[in-house]
């Protein structure tokens, strides 16, 4: 199996190497990496965010581990050649329409929860979000008004084909968790969200089991905060999808600990954290490598068959933290690496 290892930008690779530390220690056989350069990183060596060569060497492989993009030299450049471009790129080419999201509280961090210990305690939800639609990959520019203002536009859809595809990843999804789905959306205003609706709904009768509720994106926001532990399986369009992972990420302490999974029909995954590549604490050693070494499990466990390997992963990313590893997003002043080496003493154990 060969897994393509994109490291990217700022923290990126620095979440990255301590991923690999955490899979180099498991041995499993037959696993091979292959780094490629992604990002600020690739445009900077080769003029294009996404180089034809990194593009291949994801299509080739079984599975890609992704750090992150972005680099603030980079955000004036035409937009077809900033570091965001790879990501999005990726997850078009390659068809990664199905974006898991968990985030389920290490009851250790509860304290680290910016919400009160016996609400942030029940978390345990996932967002699916769609990753190839929406006001993302729509028509966009600048253009004048009549009266000669500028104008920047990006034109929001879906289609039903894209819809019943993340609805089915959705239900299914809920069906190995507790049943509850919520699709969360903006019917009351946009004609995108109300087909989204009509299309969830219609593909909820071949999940008789499954509860399915609708609720508003400005709503969903708030009761996010007001009582996550209501939530199961989240079911959203690629923009509010973003925000509200974003969201759930600081509800269990960090988003610093959200990993992701970004599948396509068969499985094939892209696993990055949720989060960015932090040019504020890159080079420093502060960062959090634990939602890239939890991604690196999701990854072992849809895409590569390893689900022991993923258990035990997660397990130790528990004992660490349960022994008081902190990085600083949690309150701590261990580094990025101390991070990692609290990992593999917690897998060696
Ligand atoms: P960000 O997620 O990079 O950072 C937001 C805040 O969270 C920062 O204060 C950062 O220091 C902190 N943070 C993020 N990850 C952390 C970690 N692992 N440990 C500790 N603290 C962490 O978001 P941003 O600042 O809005 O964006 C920075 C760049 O990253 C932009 O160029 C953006 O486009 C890009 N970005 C890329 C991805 C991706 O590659 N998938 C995701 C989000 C943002
Ligand atoms: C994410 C990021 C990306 C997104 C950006 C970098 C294109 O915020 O993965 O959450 O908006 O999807
Ligand atoms: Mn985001």
């Given at each position: 199996?060969?897994?393509?290892?994109?490291?990217?930008?700022?923290?990126?690779?620095?979440v990255t190497?301590q991923a690999l530390r955490v899979l180099?220690?498991?041995?499993?056989?037959?696993?091979?990496?292959?780094?490629?350069?992604?990002?600020?990183?690739?445009?900077?060596?080769?003029?294009?965010?996404?180089?034809?060569?990194?593009?291949?060497?994801?299509?080739?492989?079984?599975?890609?581990l992704?750090?992150?993009?972005?680099?603030?030299?980079?955000?004036?450049?035409?937009?077809?050649?900033?570091?965001?471009?790879?990501?999005?790129?990726?997850?078009?080419?390659?068809?990664?329409?199905?974006?898991?999201?968990?985030?389920?509280?290490?009851?250790?961090?509860?304290?680290?929860?910016?919400?009160?210990?016996?609400?942030?305690?029940?978390?345990?939800?996932?967002?699916?979000?769609?990753?190839?639609?929406?006001?993302?990959?729509?028509?966009?520019?600048?253009?004048?008004?009549?009266?000669?203002?500028?104008?920047?536009?990006?034109?929001?859809?879906?289609?039903?084909?894209?819809?019943?595809?993340?609805?089915?990843?959705?239900?299914?999804?809920?069906?190995?968790?507790?049943?509850?789905?919520?699709?969360?959306?903006?019917?009351?205003?946009?004609?995108?969200?109300?087909?989204?609706?009509?299309?969830?709904?219609?593909?909820?009768?071949?999940?008789?089991?499954?509860?399915?509720?609708?609720?508003?994106?400005?709503?969903?926001?708030?009761?996010?905060?007001?009582?996550?532990?209501?939530?199961?399986?989240?079911?959203?369009?690629?923009?509010?999808?973003?925000?509200?992972?974003?969201?759930?990420?600081?509800?269990?302490?960090?988003?610093g600990m959200?990993a992701?999974?970004?599948?396509?029909?068969?499985?094939?995954?892209?696993?990055?954290p949720?989060?960015?590549?932090?040019?504020?604490?890159?080079?420093?050693?502060?960062?959090n490598p634990l939602a890239t070494i939890l991604s690196a499990a999701m990854?072992?466990?849809?895409?590569?068959?390893?689900?022991?390997?993923?258990?035990?992963i997660e397990?130790a990313v528990?004992?660490a933290?349960?022994?008081?590893?902190?990085?600083?997003?949690?309150?701590?002043?261990?580094?990025?690496?101390?991070m990692g080496?609290?990992v593999l003493?917690?897998l060696?154990?």
């Amino acid at each position: 199996m060969l897994v393509a290892v994109l490291p990217g930008d700022g923290i990126g690779p620095e979440v990255t190497a301590q991923a690999l530390r955490v899979l180099d220690a498991l041995a499993l056989p037959d696993l091979t990496f292959e780094e490629g350069l992604v990002g600020g990183a690739a445009y900077h060596a080769k003029g294009h965010p996404l180089p034809p060569e990194t593009l291949d060497l994801a299509r080739r492989a079984d599975a890609i581990l992704f750090g992150a993009v972005g680099d603030p030299t980079c955000d004036n450049l035409e937009r077809a050649l900033r570091p965001e471009q790879a990501i999005l790129g990726l997850r078009k080419e390659l068809t990664l329409f199905s974006n898991l999201r968990p985030a389920k509280m290490f009851p250790e961090l509860a304290e680290d929860s910016t919400l009160r210990r016996e609400i942030a305690e029940q978390i345990d939800l996932l967002i699916v979000r769609e990753l190839n639609g929406d006001v993302y990959f729509g028509e966009k520019g600048m253009r004048q008004t009549a009266d000669g203002l500028r104008e920047g536009y990006d034109i929001m859809s879906y289609n039903e084909a894209e819809v019943r595809r993340i609805a089915h990843s959705a239900f299914k999804a809920a069906q190995a968790r507790r049943g509850l789905l919520c699709s969360v959306d903006k019917a009351n205003v946009l004609e995108t969200s109300q087909l989204w609706r009509d299309v969830v709904t219609e593909v909820s009768k071949e999940y008789p089991g499954i509860t399915l509720s609708h609720m508003y994106v400005d709503n969903a926001a708030m009761q996010l905060v007001r009582n996550p532990g209501q939530f199961d399986v989240i079911v959203t369009g690629n923009l509010f999808g973003d925000i509200l992972s974003d969201q759930a990420s600081m509800c269990v302490g960090s988003i610093g600990m959200l990993a992701s999974a970004s599948l396509d029909v068969n499985g094939k995954g892209l696993y990055e954290p949720i989060h960015g590549s932090a040019p504020d604490i890159a080079g420093q050693g502060k960062a959090n490598p634990l939602a890239t070494i939890l991604s690196a499990a999701m990854m072992l466990r849809f895409s590569l068959g390893q689900a022991e390997a993923a258990d035990r992963i997660e397990a130790a990313v528990a004992k660490a933290l349960a022994g008081g590893a902190r990085t600083a997003d949690l309150g701590g002043v261990m580094s990025t690496s101390a991070m990692g080496d609290a990992v593999l003493a917690a897998l060696a154990a």
